[in-house]
């Protein structure tokens, strides 16, 4: 009898809709690069299909999956297990499962953060956040967990900002307050980091946030959640004044690392996973 292994180990995202999810591409590469047979199947479950494809992922013995939206709440249901972190920011993008236990966490804020120490180490630094959707609370609560001094929460909508900050607040050690976004927004000149939580520029290389670019200075880092374009209009402002810019595809890459090391316990290697983004995307 032949000794051929012919299963393939499966992982996946569920979410709707899902025509535009590039992650499926970035970890098939990663896992053709590093000769893992496994596969990153790219589900389209609507809201009322995702207990029946929660359980169907059980059923069918996968090692894990990614919840995007509108998942990443009401997934939690039907966890057995949530993360600290996930549990704080009360939302949920990475399962794992584990002796057919369902396991959730995550990792959008983590992939940020990832991103974020290769250029510095927030540890006692002030953040401005622009925005206060669910990429603002995941960033934050990271943030918070890794020791920033201080995180200035600004949106249109302060009420939503205050979610976030009291979220910080009352769970980690940084202090955080709020500002509402009136007009085009300064930043102070005692903040380390600026970052664009908001979905301005996905899509759209000439938009960017309602900012004062003369408020953008030498010293400052940029930071933009926005993969598609890598290089937003706000990065190349920033990177016009002499501020160090970090794009979106960092954090898109690193959450994925991630998610696999918690699905397979293994890296997969981020410079492939980034080189296919930029392959789609057209980026230089």
């Known amino acids: 009898m032949s000794q051929q292994n012919f299963r393939s180990i499966l992982t996946g995202s569920f979410s709707t809709p899902c025509d535009d999810n590039p992650t499926v591409a970035m970890i098939e590469a990663a896992y053709q690069h590093h000769d893992i047979d496994a596969r990153y199947i790219n589900c389209d479950v609507k809201a009322e299909g995702l207990k029946d494809a929660v359980a169907g992922a059980r059923a069918m013995e996968w090692v894990g999956f990614n919840c995007s939206l509108p998942h990443k709440v009401k997934v939690i249901e039907y966890l057995d297990e949530v993360a600290e972190s996930a549990r704080i920011i009360g939302a949920v993008n990475c399962v794992s ?59 249109r909508d302060p009420k939503k900002a205050e979610t976030i900050a009291s979220l910080v607040r009352d769970n980690t050690s940084a202090k955080a307050d709020v500002q509402a976004w009136d007009g085009d927004a300064s930043v102070p000149e005692d903040v380390d980091i600026l970052i664009n939580a908001t979905s301005i520029g996905l899509g759209d290389s000439d938009t960017m946030p309602p900012l004062k670019v003369e408020t953008l200075r030498k010293g400052l880092i940029v930071a933009d959640v ?59």
Do not use: Y
């Not at 397979?264 to 930029?278: F, I, R, S």
């Open 97 to 155: 499962i584990r002796d057919g236990r369902l396991i959730g966490d995550n990792t959008d804020g983590k992939g940020f953060l990832a991103s974020l120490k290769k250029v510095t180490d927030p540890s006692g630094k002030k953040v401005l956040l622009l925005g206060a959707g669910g990429a603002a609370r995941a960033i934050a609560v990271e943030l918070g967990l890794a020791s920033a001094a201080h995180i200035t929460v600004m949106n």
């Open 226 to 284: 926005i993969p598609n374009p890598p290089r937003t209009r706000l990065l190349r402002e920033a990177e016009g004044k002499g501020c160090t810019a970090l794009d979106g595809l960092g954090m898109l890459v690193n959450q994925g690392v991630i998610c696999v090391e918690h699905w397979l316990g293994k890296t997969l290697d981020a410079g492939v996973m980034e080189k296919t983004l930029k392959d789609i995307f057209g980026a230089a």
